[in-house]
């Protein structure tokens, strides 16, 4: 990305990216899980068919990126409570059974693949403990044990 121009296609591939596919994923760990789906986890790369033929396969990659990184930064500085939401609303946006999600996502951790390149290592594991710990309050919520907002008291853990 030496140019000025390359990064210029940058900057429009990631505001297209955002107005065009990202407009309705309002959460960030939506938009999270999204963005690391479009990553071969062979190469590290990201394509988007739309945003390759619009720009370039380059600009396309790297806005992916971009905005999968930004997508990270938002959770890394969401609350307990926050997370709990993102968990809630991705799980109301899968139409998965709840118990099967919970399942799901305490075995497999699918969040750990998520992980954009490049994440440090203290930032990645806060995030994965903080999503285990959130994980966990909802399902206590889904079991009728904890009323919402009972964590609301609680940060993140650091």
Partial sequence: MGTP?????????????????????????ERLIYLASTRDYN??????????????EEAACEAL???????FDELVGASLEELVHELEAYLESTRVAPSDFIVAW???EPYRV???????????????????????ILEA?????MKPGASRHLSPVQ
């Fill in 141 to 145: 919520r889904l079991m009728g044990r």
């Fill in 106 to 108: 305490k075995g497999l």
């Fill in 65 to 71: 990126a971009d905005c999968h990184r930004e997508a």
């Fill in 5 to 29: 121009a390359k990064n210029v296609d940058v900057l429009a591939a990631a505001d297209d990216l955002r107005r065009r596919t990202l407009v309705d994923m309002t959460q960030p760990l």
């Fill in 43 to 56: 190469t590290g790369l990201y394509y988007h068919h739309g945003l390759a033929l619009r720009f370039s």
């Fill in 114 to 136: 998520a992980v954009p390149v490049g994440i440090d290592s203290l930032s990645s594991e806060l995030v994965f403990s903080n999503l285990k710990v959130a994980l966990a």
